[in-house]
């Protein structure tokens, strides 16, 4: 991870189950895609993003593959304004 612990995902006490958060912004080092930050301000690499959105705890997005690597995409439909391409980016360089 590298920001925030993962560990301190909000919980749902009825269930202690994680509860699931959104991509907010897109983590770029020389314009390509890195990393994600989430809704609760964590921000994880493509692999533990990629894995998180597996276990369910990223809603919005879907898991592609493109020249062998996963990557998040956000699920298909017909508006462009919720692509995560339309997100913020930031760097952490």
């Known amino acids: 991870m590298i920001g925030n612990n ?20 897109l983590v770029k080092e020389n314009g390509h895609v890195t990393g994600y930050q989430l809704s609760d301000g964590t921000i994880l690499d493509k692999p533990e993003a990629v894995a998180l959105a597996k276990q369910g705890g990223i809603t919005g997005v879907n898991v592609a593959h493109r ?6 995409k956000s699920h298909p439909d017909d508006t462009e304004d919720n692509n995560l391409s339309s997100l913020p980016s930031i760097s952490l360089e």
């Open 6 to 25: 993962a560990s301190t995902m909000p919980m749902n006490e009825s269930s202690n189950i994680a509860m699931s958060n959104v991509v907010t912004a």
């Open 67 to 72: 020249n062998g690597e996963e990557y998040l």
